[in-house]
């Protein structure tokens, strides 16, 4: 079993950089691929980025490559999204994902996190 807990949401302006963080219980966390979706109002949960267990793997959804970048410390079972150059259109509900494959994936996760919300103004 893994908990998520995702913390660093908030309200930011346009243009501006949030880093959210999700750190993971039990110790099988270094052997999961993990990862960020999000949720806007009115509509279906969506990938957002992934990332292998060592960290050598990465993935991005198209709306978000060359802004957002995922990373992982393994040895503190945490896993983070630096958010930059945010639009009105990146506010949602965003949700930490684990994966019991190691390997980047774009499908539904193993465990959630309970979401932490982002708020971009225009």
């Known amino acids: 079993q893994v908990q998520l807990v995702e913390s660093g949401g908030g309200l930011v302006q346009a243009g501006g950089s949030l880093r959210l963080a999700c750190a993971a219980s039990g110790r099988t966390f270094s052997s999961y691929a993990m990862g960020w979706f999000r949720q806007a109002p009115g509509k279906e949960r969506e990938f957002v980025a992934t990332i292998s267990w060592s960290g050598g793997g990465i993935d991005y959804a198209d709306s978000v490559k060359g802004r957002f970048t995922i990373s992982r410390n393994n040895a503190e079972n945490t896993v983070y999204l630096q958010m930059n150059s945010l639009k009105p259109e990146d506010t949602a509900v965003y949700y930490c994902?684990?994966?019991?494959?190691?390997?980047?994936?774009?499908?539904?996760?193993?465990?959630w996190g309970q979401g932490t919300q982002v708020t971009v103004s225009s």
């Open positions: 994902a684990a994966h019991r494959n190691r390997f980047v994936v774009r499908t539904a996760p193993d465990y």
